[in-house]
Structure formats: structure tokens, C-alpha cells
């Protein structure tokens, strides 16, 4: 089976020593290609350059992170459009609107989600898009840009009935990761996962955040890595009622499809 994680942050410093380790266990256990996350300036700097380490498997996005909006200043903007033009970036974002920590005003983290769709109308490619606790006005400011931009995905979705069927009337894709593996949380997801149309799944680790709780054989360690996306995925299988298989090819195609990704060994 080949998988693809559609959302890691390699760059996170937790994985600054054994990176390459890191990716090599991916690999082994089916991970064939992986898009790896830009949520700063400095960050998307960093996801391009470990996705040039392994072409034709790795891949990044370019964006700042609501978290950072308050940082998306005309310059920052700039070298973003720079990066959207580079053949390894596969998207715009991380964007989007996250009130659950307020970390950037909420007036800042709507122009910074605006200007980074004016990005993606410009350059053409994907929206890699966060929300969260923040339904209402994200939804309002993708709506108002829905029809000038390509592909979008709302990446690691955890939120209503409401906002779900609100994204896919946007044909919007939907990422799940291992939040759907938590016994505590993942609940009410758990419910809404066999309702995302077959053409409209990927799957993501988001690591090093959110190891999936249920990992077996258990890990010693804190930190979610990319070779636990086929957990994840035997878990939405069996809540889709699939095939773990049948799942891996469906998810695989997604992503690339979304994307633009090539099959590994292509040119």
C-alpha cells in the first residue's frame, strides 16, 4: 500500500537531529511521499529546502500561520509570492483563522488569511487552509474567494456536522489525521468520517502533533511521526467500512490529483 501524508512539519525542531531517519521509517512503512508544512516565513524557507534533500517525495506549502498573522507584513507577502513559483511548493498556506488561542488579534489574522488567498488566486495553486473555533468568519472569507481560487483543503479537520458539509458545498477537500484516533476528542469525528465523499479525503499526521492515542505497539515516544499515517488510515478504513487497500489507493490518488504530485521514480 502507498500512502501519502498530506500535512507534516518536518521543520518542527524535534526532528532537526534524525530527520532522515525519520522520513526513511516513513518510507519503510508505505509512506511514499509527504507534503511538508510551511506555517512561517522562516518555516516555509525550511520546508522547501528539506523537500529539495528528496525530490519527488517531498514536497512543502508556503504560509504564515494565523498564529503569525500579526507578522504577514508587505515583505513577508513578497517572499511568499517568490516561493509559490518554486516547482517544489505545492501550495499556499498554512492559512487561515484560529481563535481557539487568539496568539494574533482577530482583525490581523483576517487580513493575513485575505492577502494569502490573494496569493493563491495569483500563483494558481492549492490553499492549505487551518481553522479553528473560527467557522463563521472563515467561512465567510472563503466563500467571497472560492470562485478564483483552484483546489482547497481544510487540513486537519476537527469541527462540526456544520462546517463539514459547509466545505464540501465549497468543494473543498478534507484532511483527517490522528485526532480521530483519540478516545477523548476524536468522538464526534469519528461520526462525521464516513460522511466525506470518497474523492474529497486525504489523510495527515500533522506530526509532531497529534500521535494517534491508540498506537499499537505503544511508543515511548511524545512526538507523532510520519510512519504512523497507515494507523490512521486502518482506523478511517474501518470507520468507512473499507479496506485499509482500498483506502491507501483512494487517499494516494487525492493528493496527488490535489496537488500535482508525480508517482515516485517518474519524471
Known sequence: MDWIDIGLNLG?????????????????????????????????????ALARERPHALFATAGVHPHLASDLDDEAVRHLAALHCEDAVVAVGECGLDYFRDFSPRDDQRVAFERQLELAVACGKPAFLHQRDAHDDFVSLLRDYRHRIGPVVVHCFTDSRR?????????????????????????????????????????????????????????????????????????????????????AEQTTANARAFFGLPKPGST
Not at 531517519?21 to 520546508?47: E, N
Not at 468520517?193 to 499499537?216: F, G, S
Not at 515511548?220 to 499515517?229: G, I, S, V, Y
Open 12 to 48: 518542527h525542531e524535534s526532528f532537526h537531529d534524525d530527520w532522515p531517519a525519520v522520513l526513511d521509517a516513513a518510507h519503510a512503512a508505505g509512506v511514499v511521499q509527504m507534503v511538508l508544512t510551511g506555517a512561517s516565513v522562516a518555516g516555509s524557507d525550511r520546508a522547501l
Open 163 to 247: 462546517a463539514l458539509f459547509d466545505y464540501l458545498d465549497l468543494d473543498c477537500h478534507i484532511g483527517i489525521t490522528g485526532w480521530v484516533c483519540d478516545e477523548r476528542r476524536g468522538l464526534a469525528l469519528k461520526e462525521l468520517v464516513p460522511e466525506i465523499p470518497d474523492d474529497r479525503l486525504m489523510l495527515e499526521t500533522d506530526a509532531p502533533y497529534l500521535k494517534p492515542r491508540n498506537l499499537r505497539p505503544k511508543q515511548r515516544t511524545h512526538r507523532n511521526e510520519p510512519q504512523w499515517l497507515p494507523w490512521i488510515g486502518g482506523a478511517v478504513a474501518a470507520l468507512r467500512g473499507v479496506s485499509p487497500e482500498r483506502l
